[in-house]
């Protein structure tokens, strides 16, 4: 009888083990990536495709709400000088990095140090210019001890700006405006943002990552907030496929895609339309010109190449009308924006193909010298249709086009150093107003791919950022775009809308214009 009864014991202790060895299953999303990033270094990672990993991994002193809204983040409070040129925030208490060191704010002054410092090489540095002596410290004019961000307490920065920015509370909620641990950076050098030595201060840190594969994230016990991070694990897979990522979707292998296939979307309305958001995004689809290489430095080249284009077909037709046509950059609605109106491209396409012959002709191309025109763009099946279409518009006015594909990474790499003629490119905007746009044209911006430089179009920014009158403050923006699309650095094709798929088992998405939502705001049933 004994020894039954201890059988009966062990077996019970044993269903006991393995109940709760089943709780305590970490819970975990799969979350689908545009492209592999090419850095996780918050001060080197371009906006587009590491941001939504680096917002699961850092977080400054505001961060992105669940509904895109600036709320706080490492700072719990602020204020703002009477001028608009001050910011003082105070952190919250017992703030640390994922190794258990205490964060302070000398971290906030050093990273921004290090973002503004042109050794440095950060592409999104031009984000922060408005901070006093930024773009004077990129152009090694000063020193970046200069720059305007002090710490006169451990639990206190202060922000003083060049002029007022009525957007810099959203320009901080994005990744490029986080710490960076000094400590680990001054140990490890550049190579210090890779699993076993990154050290963060987000909802989860990083424990792994296989080039191309994945990149692994574990919650970080350290985070001030960890009670309320609700999944343990996030993987994000880049796929660039977009017909191999909405299989793996319905196999059940990603929890969330962040672009559905176009070729895809009647099926998915019928058969899984509960998976599917569709909402307007702020960003741009656009060609970029290298204007200092020829024959793109010539504006008749570069306006031809525009108007030779349908928009409106390719939005309709080739991509089903799953995109708006954009005949300008900014996208309306953008912090209030009307968006700017080009009423040249209302003119029959007829009418702007005959005038594109002729601009053409008169830059010196024609039958018995064709333009040839090289487009570089990244492997997908939606952007190889684009690109096919326009090479079909452009053979309309005797334009020959070479089409050059490359996987994501590489475009990054073609469009940063500026070795391409033509190439296709986003404009996402990172905070809700038309600056997030037009600043990445302005001379010195980092961000510049086309290395266009017009100093009435700098000024007029200036000019809007400083104006306290709203409508006056838009009139000058509106001005400053009618500038940039007059020199056609670049060509807008269509405005985004976002067609992300989540899986039933996530809770908590909202859809917002800015980006989708931070792992730290959902949870699985």
Excluded at 101 to 128: E, I, K, M, N, Q
Excluded at 310 to 329: F, H, I, T, W, Y
């Amino acid at each position: 009888m004994k020894t039954a009864i201890t059988r009966f014991l062990t077996v019970l202790s044993l269903v006991t083990l393995s109940a709760g060895l089943a709780i305590a299953e970490p819970s975990v999303i799969q979350r689908g990536a545009s492209i592999d990033p090419p850095s996780l270094d918050p001060n080197l990672g371009t906006s587009g495709p590491a941001s939504p990993v680096l917002s699961d991994l850092v977080e400054g002193l505001v961060i992105r709400g669940r509904r895109g809204e600036p709320v706080p983040g490492c700072a719990e409070s602020w204020a703002v000088s009477d001028d608009g040129l001050t910011y003082t925030f105070e952190l919250r208490a017992g703030l640390k990095w994922s190794d258990g060191t205490p964060l302070t704010a000398d971290d906030f002054v050093y990273s921004f140090r290090r973002l503004l410092d042109p050794t440095t090489g950060a592409r999104a540095a031009g984000l922060f210019f408005i901070i006093e002596g930024g773009q004077a410290i990129a152009r090694k004019e000063r020193e970046p001890d200069t720059l305007g961000v002090s710490a006169p307490d451990p639990a206190t920065v202060v922000i003083r700006l060049e002029q007022p920015a009525p957007f810099f509370i959203q320009l901080l909620a994005n990744s490029q405006g986080v710490p960076v641990p000094q400590h680990v950076i001054e140990q490890h050098g550049r190579g210090w943002a890779k699993a076993g030595t990154m050290v963060s201060n987000g909802p989860y840190q990083l424990a792994e990552r296989v080039p191309q594969t994945h990149i692994k994230l574990v919650r970080n016990p350290n985070f001030y907030a960890a009670d309320d991070v609700n999944i343990d694990e996030v993987y994000w897979r880049p796929v660039q496929d977009l017909g191999a990522a909405f299989r793996q979707f319905r196999a059940g292998e990603l929890d969330t895609v962040l672009m559905a296939p176009p070729d895809e979307l009647g099926w998915i309305r019928e058969n899984m339309p509960d998976a599917l958001h569709m909402n307007p995004i702020q960003a741009t689809y656009v060609l970029v010109f290298n204007v200092a290489r020829p024959p793109f430095d010539d504006l008749r080249v570069r306006r031809a190449l525009s108007l030779a284009l349908d928009r409106d077909a390719m939005a309709e037709q080739v991509l089903r009308g799953n995109v708006l046509a954009a005949p300008s950059l900014v996208t309306p609605g953008t912090g209030g924006y009307p968006g700017f109106e080009v009423n040249e491209l209302r003119r029959p396409l007829a009418a702007r193909q005959a005038e594109a012959r002729q601009l053409l002709a008169d830059a010196g191309f024609g039958a018995d010298k064709p333009l040839t025109v090289s487009v570089v763009f990244d492997t997908q099946e939606e952007n190889r249709k684009i690109m096919v279409a326009i090479a079909t518009m452009w053979r309309g006015v005797g334009v020959q086009t070479e089409l050059d594909s490359v996987e994501g990474r590489a475009l990054f790499g073609r469009l940063r150093g500026r070795d391409f003629g033509v190439a296709r490119s986003s404009v996402f905007a990172v905070f809700d107003d038309p600056y997030a746009f037009l600043q990445k044209f302005e001379s010195d911006n980092t961000d510049n791919r086309a290395g266009y430089r017009n100093t009435i179009f700098d000024s007029t920014l200036a000019r809007a950022n400083a104006e306290r009158n709203p409508a006056a403050r838009t009139q000058l923006l509106l001005d400053a775009e009618g500038l940039l699309l007059a020199d056609q650095p670049l060509v807008p094709i269509y405005w985004y809308i976002g067609k992300v798929l989540v899986a039933k088992r996530v809770k908590g998405w909202l859809d917002a214009p800015l980006g989708t939502p931070m792992t730290r705001w959902l949870s699985l049933d």
